[in-house]
């Protein structure tokens, strides 16, 4: 398991978005091969500052200890990158990118220098947050999904051979849960020498909340299921265990990891009182 969170709250801010965050083994893995990360970072220049997330969420491929080493040697390098660049003027997406490209040459040369080690590989999906500004880029199956009270949204497309028959139109999306290769991605961090990276920029609302996960989560819960949960949890890490606790309950039979960025203002939520107790 490799968790990381620098991240430094300000309680004084009633409408500062709070994050969550949670990786677990599931119920069948002996190891944990996701990794994630969120880095709350502050830059003051003179009498002007800025203040950025870093969010990212890896899912490790290739058994034993090899996953978990590819998805840290994925974070460490999206961090690297994005953090010097986030000041110099260039386009998130891009820096991004760039972080998912080094990862890609840095696993590559570790499975090089490390034969045992071939094969390894890692999904991503990762956020630069500058105050409703989100920007995403992904390789692999891993998703980022806004929520907000009345819907949620996937906003990422899954690199993997299930996807393809959705696009095509030979699956529906449910069809799709259940098909006997539904694990295949087609795309991953580490395993060619060039990577094509999905990058995207959105808005997000007040009441909106942003979700990155790996697919053990998406095995085991509906979008209907992470919905109902991130809504009516009281703040975000709530959500994220609940939402570790129905996927190990029901079968956990992947690593779980995810990230919530809640909406504004959500830390000071309150549940409606049930009419029934006493």
């Given amino acids: ?28 893995r002996t190891v944990d091969e996701d990794s994630i990360l969120a880095a709350d970072l ?22 034993h200890a090899k996953g978990e080493e590819a998805s840290k040697i994925a974070l460490n390098a ?14 998130f997406t891009k820096i991004l990118e760039k972080g998912i490209q080094n990862a890609n040459q840095d696993i ?41 009270d009345d819907e949620i949204c996937r906003v990422t ?5 299930v996807q393809a028959l959705i696009d095509e139109g030979e699956i529906t999306e449910e069809q799709a849960r259940e098909h006997p290769r539904k694990n295949e991605i087609t ?11 999905d ?5 997000l609302d007040s009441d909106e909340s942003l979700l990155l996960c790996c697919d053990g989560v998406i095995a085991h819960l509906s979008d209907d299921d992470i919905h109902k949960i991130i809504r009516d949890s009281p703040d975000p ?17 992947d690593n779980i990891s995810l990230i919530i960025l809640s909406s504004e203002g959500s830390d000071t939520k309150e549940t409606e009182p049930d009419p029934t107790s006493d």
Avoid: W
């Fill in 1 to 28: 398991m490799n968790q990381e969170n620098n991240s430094n709250s300000d309680s004084s801010a009633e409408k500062a978005r709070k994050i969550g965050m949670l990786t677990d083994v599931g119920q069948v």
């Fill in 42 to 63: 502050s830059f003051g220049v003179n009498s002007e500052s800025s203040k950025f997330l870093l969010l990212a969420v890896a899912d490790g491929m290739g058994g």
């Fill in 78 to 91: 999206i961090a690297r990158a994005v953090i010097p660049d986030l000041l110099n003027n260039t386009p």
């Fill in 108 to 148: 590559l040369d570790y499975t090089a220098k490390n034969p045992e080690a071939s094969g390894m590989g890692t999904t991503s999906v990762c956020a630069v947050v500058k105050d409703n500004q989100i920007h995403l880029a992904n390789v692999g199956d891993s998703r980022a999904y806004r929520v907000s």
């Fill in 157 to 161: 497309k899954d690199h993997s051979y």
């Fill in 187 to 197: 795309r991953a961090v580490g395993i060619m020498p060039s990577i094509e990276v």
């Fill in 199 to 203: 990058t995207m920029k959105l808005t």
């Fill in 237 to 253: 890490q709530t959500a994220c265990q609940e939402i570790v606790d129905m996927a190990n309950e029901r079968g956990g039979s």
